[in-house]
T-cell receptor, first 114, second 114 residues
Framework: DTGVSQDPRHKITKRGQNVTFRCDPI?????LYWYRQTLGQGPEFLTY????????KSRLLSDRFSAERPKGSFSTLEIQRTEQGDSAMYLC????????????FGPGTRLTVL | DAKTTQPPSMDCAEGRAANLPCNHS???????VYWYRQIHSQGPQYIIH???NNETNEMASLIITEDRKSSTLILPHATLRDTAVYYC???????????????FGKGTKLSVKP
């Protein structure tokens, strides 16, 4: 069973550009989560999906951020008009609610906004 | 805010047991204790979780006090590769799903020294 995968692993962009990240969860995991982690801090929750429904969004998820999971499998996180403060590691995790809902994380996408 | 308190850092000699404490004095009866670790620049890795009984798997043991207000993660024979930040998290978990997000604190930075 392959783990959670994320693409790209690193992204460097200029301020004002749009970026999109992809997450592929563990097969048959019905929940998918996005977190953000800045240097020296623990991961902070952004949003999560159960199947294709987005069930919760953090106040951290400004209107420049949008996440989708159109077919209940992979998910994308888009950041529009990036700002230097968006520089962080973006982590994806997945879980299966039939089990104890343990979340398994991917390797993350490190975003640097110049 | 995180519902757990952990020491910011600990050292351990290679080959010795590493005992990482966590206080969760406000834990509710339906909340599990989860442990994750994060090696530098990687995504968090699930280690173990428990409700009230002690748990052991191939990675670690989890000892939960009888009043459930604190717990200890034990790595029985620490290696240099166990150097990481260890996060203790309390969370409702049950078959059929639970609250979505994990709330991370700053964790304990464990340094295993030769």
């Amino acid at each position: 069973d392959t783990g959670v995968s994320q693409d790209p692993r690193h992204k460097i962009t200029k301020r004002g550009q749009n970026v999109t990240f992809r997450c592929d969860p563990i097969s048959e995991h019905n929940r998918l989560y996005w977190y953000r982690q800045t240097l020296g801090q623990g991961p902070e929750f952004l949003t999560y999906f159960q199947n294709e429904a987005q069930l919760e969004k953090s106040r951290l998820l400004s209107d420049r951020f949008s996440a989708e999971r159109p077919k209940g499998s992979f998910s994308t996180l888009e950041i529009q008009r990036t700002e230097q403060g968006d520089s962080a590691m973006y982590l994806c995790a997945s879980s299966q609610t039939r089990d104890t809902d343990t979340q398994y994380f991917g390797p993350g996408t490190r975003l640097t906004v110049l | 805010d995180a519902k757990t308190t952990q020491p910011p850092s600990m050292d351990c000699a290679e080959g010795r047991a590493a005992n990482l404490p966590c206080n969760h004095s406000t834990i509710s009866g339906n909340e599990y204790v989860y442990w994750y670790r994060q090696i530098h620049s990687q995504g968090p890795q699930y280690i173990i979780h428990g409700l009230k009984n002690n748990e052991t798997n191939e990675m670690a043991s989890l000892i939960i006090t009888e009043d459930r207000k604190s717990s200890t993660l034990i790595l029985p024979h620490a290696t240099l590769r166990d150097t990481a930040v260890y996060y203790c998290i309390v969370r409702v978990a049950s078959h059929g799903g639970s609250q979505g997000n994990l709330i991370f604190g700053k964790g304990t930075k464990l340094s295993v020294k030769p």
